[in-house]
């Protein structure tokens, strides 16, 4: 069992920098994939960006080039650094994880068995 929380989340605004935590609690970190999803008001859950255990990571279009995922393993902490942050990039923020035998990370929410309670993030124009 493992429990996410997330922080980090705020009001900024377009051009400005964040940087989202993910804290893990539980054994077994390093056997987790993580991942980072977002909701904007009124609109589906959609994949940001995925660490697998060990250090491959993947993004969305929509965040390539701005946003950086990484992992601290003897923090049990991923973290999400975002850049150049845009009015479109306003949503809910959650962290997931789900325990992985491969050095790869699922883009598809339905792949996750543990969510955060997530963070929002508002980027003002």
């Known amino acids: 069992q493992v429990q996410l929380i997330e922080s980090g989340g705020g009001l900024v605004q377009a051009g400005d920098s964040l940087r989202l935590s993910c804290a893990a609690s539980?054994?077994?970190?390093?056997?987790?994939?993580m991942g980072w999803f977002r909701q904007p008001q009124g609109k589906e859950r959609e994949f940001v960006a995925a660490?697998?255990?060990?250090?491959?990571?993947y993004y969305s279009d929509s965040v390539k080039g701005r946003f950086t995922i990484s992992r601290d393993n003897p923090k049990n902490t991923v973290y999400l650094q975002m850049n150049s942050l845009n009015p479109e990039d306003s949503a809910v923020y959650y962290c997931?994880?789900?325990?992985?035998?491969?050095?790869?990370?699922?883009?598809?929410?339905?792949?996750?068995?543990?969510w955060g309670q997530g963070t929002q993030v508002t980027v003002s124009s």
């Open positions: 660490i697998s255990r060990i250090g491959s990571t």
């Open positions: 539980g054994h077994g970190f390093s056997s987790y994939a």
């Open positions: 997931a994880a789900y325990r992985s035998g491969w050095d790869s990370a699922k883009l598809t929410a339905d792949a996750y068995d543990y």
